[in-house]
């Protein structure tokens, strides 16, 4: 019992020197920008060391208690079991609310260290000391939260075996993605705290030009890429682990992560705007507030209690904590953005709505109403409750019919803006410029007729996709045709490639929520059954043991070639079935099998469900495009230079990067000539 007892001692003491740390180094630096005092700046860097040896080994004190069950935590008797898998009792500690705050924690603090170790021999310079004060000060909110309302160590009476050691949820026990989807999510989500610190450091310190955006760039754009991918990882893990056949649901806690993603993709083509022209700046400094505030507010909503969902977790004590960090984030941010008024006014303007930078004005706005309406659909709900004590449901029949025109919106800006120039586009230019995507569009809207797809929203969905397709190829090929193969490197080629994939999720989702066939069959072994032109043969049902559950199984022949077997699992410990799909999946289309309750292997009977999608896998290949576009995006395009003061020069960051990316063109990529664009510039 000692060693059990020093586990819980050394993680309390592990997140008192982290929260210490945090503390005193954003108010050491923070004096030290304060008063310039050199010698106290040079005191910040233990700090963050320090904070970050808490984080780490209050961690690894939790993971070495899951895997040697130390039974004198609560935490562990929350979510161990004598009977789990080595790999779910490790995925364990993000399992549940007090173990995911400290891997939150451990990634934020990790995040502080990158960007205190990065910009080391800069710490002098106000803006880098006042964007790793918010970092520190964040860090120190979410180090009390461990050490406070979810506190991860807290002792525990002797377990009682028949009502605690469970293991985990069963949901989150039975598919090797519970290793990816939670930390790569968390990287996307605690990712976008280096770009907000940045553009608080701004606002603080005036230098509110482009020079910073250089800073935040790169982070913001690898937080995006980790919150694609999380999110594109949570749809195949829902679509692998529910059996209800779908990717998405329009779940509060799915429209959680999605929220930030949707704001934070306007940032990253809003910037750009900025960065070319030094217009948007209140735009680009409010998408940022945005995005981090909307991380906040998404771990409110799956970490309070306050919504029902497979994924959320129970109720707590950190909600009032949460809703709290979000009102003072919210309000401090749009207090500075109002401060600094005069100097965020832009030096240029929109010449033309048919332009790049008006394409982006465009794409900014559907973004944010986009934003705007899940927000209400997800959060309405809870307003009613809190004020009439009433409950509601918004189901996916308002999110479909809200985000369907939106979504059409999207495709055409994806085809429009990469062919359009800044200024200025003339008729004659777009004609040339969209002639080949044009057909396309008619090319892929043709091959959809003739393949058999019907109705209107579908056909004009695959129509403007081919659309965007062809713009985003045509970028792609006029960069190759003149760079090589280093022609998809650079943030705009990179961004096609992600535009390639976004569209194939597009073009997956439209075709797999339109044309999925489903249907219900009971079957006894050696009985066929025709459907969607295959065949389904029940081989044989059977119960089967575990140490953790009991349950049904059939083997069911498709085709008469390969068995697959879908099953029914209740986890004893929990007394709660779980449905375990069995997937045939194809290029053009997935055979999905469910087993319903009802079949009885006692009589050879199977009850199952048969969902034939069309196109799915393609979600999966167009978040891996996604992913690649993204590493292509981080590296500078071959004519692209950084700003002089922003890798050398110590002190002026806010001259505008207009003037020095013109000057980093080669005579005939300025201005509004494609090549420049070609180059990635």
Known sequence: MLAEGMNGMLGHTALIVGFAASLFGAMALGTATVLRNPRLIRTVMPYGWMALAGAVLAVVVMEKALITRDWSLAYVQKVGSYDTPALFNFTALWSALEGSILLWLLLLVIYTAIIMRRYRARLADPLVAWALVVMFVVSAFFFFLALGPTDAFQPAATPDFTSCCRGPNPLLQNHVLVLFHPPILYLGYVGFTVPFAFAIAALVTGRVGEGWLMETRRW????????????VLGGWWSYEVLGWGGVWGWDPVENASFLPWLTGTAYIHSVMVQERRGMLRVWNLSLLVATFSLTILGTFLTRSGVVNSVHAFSDSDIGPWLLGAFGVIVAVSLGLIGWRGDRLRSPGAIDSPVSREGAFLANNVIFALFAFVILLGTVFPLIVEAKDDRQIAVGSPFFDTMSQPIGLVLLFLMAVAPVLPWRKASGELLRDRLFWPAWCGAGTLALSVFLGATDFAPLLAFGLAGFAAGAALRQLVLATRRQGYRGFLGRTNGGMVVHLGVILVAVALAASNSYTRAGEFTLTEGQTVQFAGHSFTLVD????????????????????????????????????????????SGFAKDIYLTLESGSKPSTGTAKIKVFVKPMVVWLWVGGMLCAFGTLLAAFPGRFRRRPTDAVSAPVPLDEPVVSTVGAAVPTGLAGDDESAEVAGV
């Open 220 to 231: 913001a754009l690898f937080a995006w890429g980790f919150l694609t991918i999380g999110i």
């Open 541 to 584: 049902v059977y119960d089967f043991q575990t140490p953790r559950a009991v349950g049904i199984k059939a083997n069911i022949s498709i085709d008469g070639g390969q068995a697959y077997a879908p099953a029914i699992s209740k986890y004893t410990a929990f007394g709660m079935d779980v449905s375990t799909p069995s997937v045939k």
